[in-house]
């Protein structure tokens, strides 16, 4: 079982303030983010939904640590983003955050093995160590008996759980989503998200980004931007619970 690191239960994983992303085009000034005040526990299941240019790609690039805010303040773990050296930020994108996203992005001549083994080759682990945690994070979606299949030796929701064992290989303190259901339909969308379900369970920090309102609804927290702010904030009712894979 792969499971988030210890942290004390009221510490934020992520927390941001007062934060803008303004871009400049021409004499317009645009505002992507406009305020946004954001907190995320350890194990919050979160979605963030918004209509095109609501602000939620952009989010979802500054919580990636992918681009900066134009102000406002960024603390991953505690530690403030701004201060960070290139080298800081990129140890954060490898070992503290997986990313899934809608296109996969496997190597389509290397085992399921490889492509999830791959982020410990640049943490340095040794070769035991890598397959050994790379065969685990596959069994842990469910893909213990896909080793040595290469991607087109599977199905698309197969591929998707490839992606999210190597997003999970490193045993990052949050699990960031991108559309990870955008390229499949309905009934494989579904198994996917049972996977989410089962991380989460395992005490996992799972953010999603979707347009689906039922996507989202698996989550137990919807965040709605609208023109670069949080229009709503609030938690899921009746989540929609799915078995463990």
């Known amino acids: 079982m792969i499971s988030h690191p210890s942290d004390s239960p009221g510490r934020a994983v992520i927390e941001i303030a007062g934060v803008y992303k303004i871009y400049q085009l021409g004499k317009t000034e645009v505002r992507a983010l406009d305020g ?16 095109s240019g609501s602000g939620k790609s952009t989010l979802m690039n500054l919580l990636g640590c992918l681009d900066t805010p134009t102000r406002g303040t960024y603390l991953f773990e505690g530690e403030d983003v701004a ?10 994108r490898n070992r503290r955050i997986g990313f899934v996203f809608q296109s996969f992005n496997l190597l389509p001549r290397a085992t399921t093995l490889r492509n999830v ?3 410990l080759i640049y943490a340095g682990l040794s070769r035991d160590d890598r397959l050994e945690r790379a065969a685990e994070a596959l ?8 080793l040595d299949h290469r ?25 960031l989503a991108d559309e990870p259901t ?42 709605r931007l609208r023109d670069g702010r949080i229009e709503s904030d609030t938690p899921v009712a009746q989540p929609t619970l799915a078995a463990s894979v």
């Not at 946004?36 to 209509?51: C, K, W």
């Not at 069994?139 to 896909?146: E, M």
């Not at 369970?201 to 309102?213: A, F, K, L, P, S």
């Open 36 to 51: 946004v005040d954001l907190r995320i526990r350890p194990n919050d299941y979160v979605a963030i939904m918004g209509p």
């Open 182 to 223: 955008g390229n499949l339909d309905s009934r494989t969308g579904e198994e996917i998200m049972r996977v989410f379900e089962d991380l989460y369970r395992q005490g996992n920090t799972i953010i999603v980004v979707t347009h689906e309102d039922d996507i989202a609804h698996h989550a137990r927290r919807i965040l």
């Open 83 to 92: 201060a960070m050296s290139d080298d800081e930020l990129a140890d954060i």
């Open 139 to 146: 069994r842990t979606v469910g893909l213990g008996d896909r």
């Open 117 to 119: 083994e791959l982020p």
């Open 151 to 175: 991607p087109n030796e599977l199905s698309g929701g197969q591929r998707q759980r490839v992606a999210i064992a190597r997003a999970l290989v490193n045993r990052p303190s949050v699990i």
